[in-house]
Protein backbone atom coordinates (compact mmCIF):
# COMPACT_ATOMS: atom_id res chain seq x y z
CA UNK A 1 0.00 0.00 0.00
CA UNK A 2 1.55 3.21 -0.66
CA UNK A 3 1.35 6.76 1.08
CA UNK A 4 1.67 9.97 -0.09
CA UNK A 5 2.17 13.36 1.65
CA UNK A 6 0.18 16.11 -0.13
CA UNK A 7 1.10 19.13 1.04
CA UNK A 8 -1.85 21.13 -1.65
CA UNK A 9 -2.74 24.80 -0.07
CA UNK A 10 0.19 25.00 2.26
CA UNK A 11 2.64 27.74 1.66
CA UNK A 12 6.54 27.19 2.51
CA UNK A 13 9.28 29.21 2.82
CA UNK A 14 12.74 28.14 2.60
CA UNK A 15 15.50 29.76 3.38
CA UNK A 16 19.17 29.75 1.24
CA UNK A 17 16.91 28.25 -1.39
CA UNK A 18 19.37 28.90 -4.04
CA UNK A 19 21.67 26.21 -4.14
CA UNK A 20 22.46 23.18 -2.62
CA UNK A 21 20.38 21.71 -0.24
CA UNK A 22 17.83 24.43 -0.14
CA UNK A 23 17.06 24.27 -4.20
CA UNK A 24 16.44 20.65 -2.99
CA UNK A 25 14.44 21.20 -0.13
CA UNK A 26 11.95 23.83 -2.09
CA UNK A 27 11.54 21.26 -5.85
CA UNK A 28 10.53 18.16 -3.07
CA UNK A 29 7.85 20.56 -1.42
CA UNK A 30 6.86 22.04 -4.71
CA UNK A 31 6.36 18.81 -6.22
CA UNK A 32 3.79 17.95 -3.25
CA UNK A 33 1.90 20.90 -3.55
CA UNK A 34 3.39 23.34 -1.40
CA UNK A 35 3.28 26.82 -2.99
CA UNK A 36 6.96 27.28 -2.45
CA UNK A 37 8.36 30.89 -1.37
CA UNK A 38 12.53 31.06 -2.03
CA UNK A 39 14.40 33.22 -0.27
CA UNK A 40 18.00 34.28 -0.28
CA UNK A 41 21.02 36.54 -1.38
CA UNK A 42 21.12 35.31 -4.95
CA UNK A 43 18.12 36.95 -6.90
CA UNK A 44 18.63 34.87 -10.52
CA UNK A 45 19.71 31.61 -9.02
CA UNK A 46 15.94 31.83 -7.28
CA UNK A 47 14.04 33.40 -9.98
CA UNK A 48 16.19 30.89 -12.46
CA UNK A 49 14.49 28.03 -9.68
CA UNK A 50 11.05 29.37 -9.76
CA UNK A 51 11.06 28.95 -13.69
CA UNK A 52 12.23 25.62 -13.10
CA UNK A 53 9.42 24.95 -10.55
CA UNK A 54 6.65 26.94 -12.77
CA UNK A 55 7.73 24.30 -15.86
CA UNK A 56 7.22 21.29 -13.77
CA UNK A 57 3.66 22.19 -12.75
CA UNK A 58 4.81 24.17 -9.59
CA UNK A 59 4.04 27.45 -7.47
CA UNK A 60 6.92 29.29 -6.59
CA UNK A 61 7.79 33.04 -5.50
CA UNK A 62 10.86 34.72 -4.63
CA UNK A 63 11.75 37.71 -2.09
CA UNK A 64 15.42 38.65 -1.02
CA UNK A 65 16.24 37.76 2.26
CA UNK A 66 19.56 38.48 4.22
CA UNK A 67 19.26 36.39 7.17
CA UNK A 68 21.68 38.49 8.76
CA UNK A 69 19.87 41.71 8.72
CA UNK A 70 16.73 41.74 10.80
CA UNK A 71 14.84 44.16 8.55
CA UNK A 72 15.42 41.96 5.57
CA UNK A 73 14.16 38.84 7.51
CA UNK A 74 10.64 40.80 8.59
CA UNK A 75 10.23 42.56 4.94
CA UNK A 76 11.04 38.96 3.51
CA UNK A 77 8.26 37.43 5.40
CA UNK A 78 5.92 39.77 5.15
CA UNK A 79 6.65 40.23 1.39
CA UNK A 80 6.03 36.33 1.31
CA UNK A 81 2.70 36.49 3.05
CA UNK A 82 1.35 39.32 1.35
CA UNK A 83 1.98 37.69 -2.07
CA UNK A 84 1.85 33.45 -1.32
CA UNK A 85 -0.56 33.89 2.10
CA UNK A 86 0.27 33.09 5.52
CA UNK A 87 3.41 30.77 5.60
CA UNK A 88 2.34 27.45 7.02
CA UNK A 89 5.89 25.99 6.59
CA UNK A 90 9.50 26.86 7.61
CA UNK A 91 12.32 25.05 6.35
CA UNK A 92 15.24 26.73 8.39
CA UNK A 93 17.90 26.26 5.94
CA UNK A 94 20.74 29.31 5.44
CA UNK A 95 24.26 28.81 6.79
CA UNK A 96 27.99 28.93 5.90
CA UNK A 97 31.17 27.73 7.44
CA UNK A 98 35.08 27.84 7.64
CA UNK A 99 37.42 25.64 7.90
CA UNK A 100 40.28 26.34 9.82
CA UNK A 101 42.03 25.72 13.58
CA UNK A 102 40.30 27.39 16.44
CA UNK A 103 43.43 29.50 17.25
CA UNK A 104 42.87 30.65 13.71
CA UNK A 105 39.44 32.10 13.79
CA UNK A 106 39.15 35.58 14.08
CA UNK A 107 36.08 37.78 15.54
CA UNK A 108 35.54 38.13 11.69
CA UNK A 109 34.94 34.47 11.55
CA UNK A 110 33.18 33.93 14.36
CA UNK A 111 30.79 36.15 13.58
CA UNK A 112 30.25 35.24 9.87
CA UNK A 113 29.38 31.87 11.16
CA UNK A 114 27.26 32.82 13.89
CA UNK A 115 25.54 35.73 12.72
CA UNK A 116 23.95 33.84 9.44
CA UNK A 117 23.75 29.84 11.45
CA UNK A 118 22.56 30.97 15.08
CA UNK A 119 21.44 34.38 14.84
CA UNK A 120 20.02 34.42 11.55
CA UNK A 121 18.59 30.85 12.06
CA UNK A 122 16.90 32.14 15.35
CA UNK A 123 15.16 35.27 14.32
CA UNK A 124 13.31 33.95 11.09
CA UNK A 125 12.04 31.27 12.62
CA UNK A 126 11.27 34.23 15.29
CA UNK A 127 9.52 36.07 12.55
CA UNK A 128 7.47 33.29 11.56
CA UNK A 129 6.76 31.90 14.64
CA UNK A 130 4.98 34.81 16.02
CA UNK A 131 2.84 35.22 12.68
CA UNK A 132 2.16 31.59 13.30
CA UNK A 133 1.29 31.99 16.92
CA UNK A 134 -1.04 34.80 16.39
CA UNK A 135 -3.03 32.88 13.93
CA UNK A 136 -3.05 29.88 16.64
CA UNK A 137 -4.91 32.78 19.14
CA UNK A 138 -7.14 34.06 16.99
CA UNK A 139 -5.07 37.36 16.81
CA UNK A 140 -4.96 36.93 12.75
CA UNK A 141 -6.22 35.11 9.73
CA UNK A 142 -5.42 32.41 8.54
CA UNK A 143 -7.39 28.67 7.20
CA UNK A 144 -4.48 26.59 9.21
CA UNK A 145 -3.39 27.25 12.87
CA UNK A 146 -0.45 25.56 13.56
CA UNK A 147 2.39 24.94 11.51
CA UNK A 148 5.95 23.36 10.65
CA UNK A 149 9.43 24.66 11.13
CA UNK A 150 12.49 22.09 10.34
CA UNK A 151 15.82 23.85 11.09
CA UNK A 152 18.52 22.24 9.69
CA UNK A 153 21.05 21.70 11.96
CA UNK A 154 23.99 19.36 10.80
CA UNK A 155 25.60 16.13 12.51
CA UNK A 156 28.48 18.50 13.38
CA UNK A 157 26.20 20.00 15.59
CA UNK A 158 26.39 16.69 17.64
CA UNK A 159 29.58 15.24 16.66
CA UNK A 160 32.76 17.61 17.00
CA UNK A 161 34.80 17.54 13.32
CA UNK A 162 37.87 18.74 12.95
CA UNK A 163 38.50 21.84 11.66
CA UNK A 164 35.19 23.35 11.73
CA UNK A 165 34.61 24.36 15.27
CA UNK A 166 32.85 27.21 15.41
CA UNK A 167 30.62 25.84 12.33
CA UNK A 168 30.03 22.61 15.45
CA UNK A 169 29.30 24.80 17.39
CA UNK A 170 26.90 26.95 15.96
CA UNK A 171 24.80 23.95 14.87
CA UNK A 172 24.92 22.56 17.97
CA UNK A 173 23.22 26.23 19.46
CA UNK A 174 20.07 25.26 16.53
CA UNK A 175 19.80 22.10 18.01
CA UNK A 176 19.02 23.62 21.16
CA UNK A 177 17.05 26.19 19.85
CA UNK A 178 15.20 23.63 18.29
CA UNK A 179 14.13 22.09 21.36
CA UNK A 180 13.29 25.54 23.40
CA UNK A 181 10.51 26.55 20.07
CA UNK A 182 9.45 23.35 20.72
CA UNK A 183 9.04 23.63 23.69
CA UNK A 184 7.30 27.23 24.17
CA UNK A 185 5.11 26.83 21.05
CA UNK A 186 4.17 23.45 20.69
CA UNK A 187 0.88 24.12 22.52
CA UNK A 188 0.06 26.40 20.00
CA UNK A 189 0.18 23.41 17.01
CA UNK A 190 3.56 24.35 15.72
CA UNK A 191 5.75 21.41 15.90
CA UNK A 192 9.18 22.43 15.21
CA UNK A 193 12.12 19.58 14.34
CA UNK A 194 15.63 19.94 13.38
CA UNK A 195 17.22 17.75 10.82
CA UNK A 196 20.64 16.95 10.76
CA UNK A 197 22.34 15.84 7.71
CA UNK A 198 25.91 14.07 7.37
CA UNK A 199 28.17 14.47 4.29
CA UNK A 200 26.48 15.79 1.18
CA UNK A 201 26.98 16.26 -1.97
CA UNK A 202 26.34 19.48 -3.57
CA UNK A 203 27.72 21.84 -5.86
CA UNK A 204 29.53 24.18 -3.34
CA UNK A 205 31.85 20.79 -1.45
CA UNK A 206 31.30 18.42 -4.92
CA UNK A 207 34.95 19.17 -6.09
CA UNK A 208 36.37 18.33 -2.56
CA UNK A 209 35.30 14.55 -3.08
CA UNK A 210 37.24 14.29 -6.13
CA UNK A 211 40.78 15.29 -3.82
CA UNK A 212 43.02 12.87 -2.12
CA UNK A 213 41.57 14.60 0.92
CA UNK A 214 38.04 14.19 0.11
CA UNK A 215 38.99 10.37 -0.92
CA UNK A 216 40.47 9.64 2.44
CA UNK A 217 36.93 11.61 4.32
CA UNK A 218 35.13 9.02 2.48
CA UNK A 219 36.83 5.44 3.10
CA UNK A 220 36.79 6.65 7.12
CA UNK A 221 33.09 6.82 6.88
CA UNK A 222 31.14 3.67 7.92
CA UNK A 223 29.69 2.95 4.40
CA UNK A 224 32.30 5.06 2.18
CA UNK A 225 30.15 7.18 0.60
CA UNK A 226 28.40 10.27 0.34
CA UNK A 227 24.70 11.10 0.91
CA UNK A 228 23.04 13.10 -2.04
CA UNK A 229 20.66 16.19 -1.45
CA UNK A 230 17.56 14.06 -1.98
CA UNK A 231 18.67 11.31 0.41
CA UNK A 232 17.16 13.77 2.97
CA UNK A 233 13.63 13.86 1.06
CA UNK A 234 11.60 11.64 3.28
CA UNK A 235 13.07 13.22 6.33
CA UNK A 236 12.06 16.48 4.80
CA UNK A 237 8.09 15.11 3.89
CA UNK A 238 7.81 13.22 6.68
CA UNK A 239 8.63 16.84 9.26
CA UNK A 240 6.11 19.00 6.79
CA UNK A 241 3.32 16.96 6.45
CA UNK A 242 -0.17 17.21 8.66
CA UNK A 243 0.19 14.16 9.79
CA UNK A 244 3.48 14.71 11.57
CA UNK A 245 1.62 16.53 14.60
CA UNK A 246 2.99 13.96 17.03
CA UNK A 247 6.59 14.70 16.23
CA UNK A 248 7.70 17.76 18.18
CA UNK A 249 11.06 18.46 19.64
CA UNK A 250 12.30 15.79 17.43
CA UNK A 251 16.45 15.91 16.56
CA UNK A 252 17.16 13.70 13.44
CA UNK A 253 20.29 12.86 11.93
CA UNK A 254 20.47 11.75 9.12
CA UNK A 255 24.11 10.94 8.32
CA UNK A 256 24.27 7.91 7.07
CA UNK A 257 25.45 6.24 10.80
CA UNK A 258 28.23 8.71 10.86
CA UNK A 259 27.81 10.43 14.28
CA UNK A 260 27.16 6.63 16.01
Given amino acids: MGYTIDLSGRVALVTGASSGLG ?14 VLAGRRIERLKTLR ?7 GDAHVVTLDVTDHDSIKAAVAHAETEMGTIDILINNSGVSTTQKLTDVTPEDYD ?45 GLKVLGQI ?7 AAV ?21 CPGYIDTEINHHHWQTEQGKKLISMLPRKRIGQAQDLDVVLMMLCSNESHFVNGAVIQADDGFSV
Fill in 23 to 36: TQFAKTLAASGAAV
Fill in 175 to 195: VHMTRAMALEWGKYGINVNAI
Fill in 112 to 156: YIMDTNTKGAFFVAQEVGKRMLARAKGAAPGTFTGGRIVNIASMA
Fill in 51 to 57: AEIEASG
Fill in 165 to 171: GVYCMSK
